[in-house]
């Protein structure tokens, strides 16, 4: 049984088995009557190859409440996106696949490039932030979820806990984070969380003092999860990193828009495993090493928005005391697991640790060297004001790179599953 302590910082929801998972189905559906889901599946081609996204397709197919799924698709040909919307089309739910390497997609992108509002780079941040363009163009939907397409030990009821605080009406928190024990394999996972970000965020209050937004992001149990949920009317104000630090960027923007009373973070697994990223030491532009230097640049953004004035000695005390911050931890979680009866190989987590660590500086460095770095793709506020026809055209039914017509077919079915007994189904059809 999990347990049911409170940080004081921010709302937390515990799985305490208490409750029948159709009691809380029950209740989201009734929600869904006049609050609509919808759900964000940024994915890679590749993913459609592997394990785990046809067993999400299936027990997405389960999901009763959900008006509406956004397929962003990255690294495709146009071969690829034609079996893409075959293979999702096995979803009930009203199904857009969004094609971001259409001719299309970067005819937009082109026009943003002309207004200096595009993207800098691609990658998941990107593609969530079309994705969000595209729902709120459609302006039918209440609450939106998101979640990555590799998770292995997907189950319906990760989405079901996810999205409830934020659906439910009597509630008022805008933003739900999911968390979760990264245990797999019989080991212990997670090494960015573990190994980077907690000893960071402690090596920075040691560093540069008592910060409320290092507290906030302190008592996020797993803040680099991609299982998040919010109110739509979040979305037009929300700037969204184009690089790794996609999680702690959205973390940051509701720190700054909404403060902690409105934010929580729910337990939606047991066990949760996904596709690892290699640690990647040998190259700066890959992998963990990657994500990791786009993180401490992402953390140190925003704690410079709030006034803190970093410089290379900053930047040097900061990496010592994270050195001995994560070793420290290292310990705790090297005999956690051990009483588990897991396995941890301590030679590859100081590996990872001191690669952090160089990261940490070079992270620094970067962000000295780049005053004039912008790394926030804008918000879609500032983009509709920019060009108030974008959205409508982004939203326009092509269905394929060769801009052949797309028709929407509309069908009533009776549900036994829904309150109502009635579940509206809009299929994509080409025409």
Known sequence: ?????????????????????????????????????????????????????????????????????????????????????????????????????????????????????????????????????????????????????????????MLDRLVYPVANPTFSYQLSKGFYPRVGDNKLNGRVTRLLVSPLLIALKRTIGDRDYIDYLRAFRYPLSGEMALRTGLLPDLRIPSDWGLEIGVLSEAWRNLGPRQVCQVEIADVYDHKHQDLSPEDASQGLSRMSTDICKAIYRKLAADGTVFTPHVFRTLKATYYRSALDLLEAYWADAKMNGLAIDRHAEERSIEMFGENIVRAGQLFIENPQETPFIPTWNRVHSADPTLLSDFRAPLATARNLPCSLEYKVTRRSDSPSGVFLRVNASQR
């Open 1 to 157: 049984m999990a347990d049911f302590q409170q940080n004081g910082n921010i709302a937390q929801f515990h799985n305490l088995r208490s409750r029948p998972l159709e009691e809380l189905v029950y209740e989201l559906e009734t929600f869904s009557q006049s609050r609509r889901i919808s759900l964000i599946l940024p994915s890679l081609y590749s993913e459609l190859e592997g394990d785990a996204l046809p067993n999400i397709l299936r027990e997405l197919s389960k999901v009763s409440y959900l008006h509406r799924i956004i397929v962003g698709l990255d690294r495709a040909d146009e071969a690829q996106y034609r079996h893409a919307r075959a293979f999702f089309s096995v979803l009930p739910q009203q199904t857009t696949v969004i094609w971001n390497d259409s001719p299309r997609m970067l005819q937009i992108m082109g026009r943003l490039k002309a207004l200096g509002l595009a993207p800098q780079e691609p990658g998941k941040g990107k593609n969530v932030w079309g994705c969000m363009g595209y729902l709120i163009s459609c302006a039918d939907s209440a609450v939106m979820a998101i979640h990555d397409c590799d998770i292995v030990t997907y189950t319906r009821e």
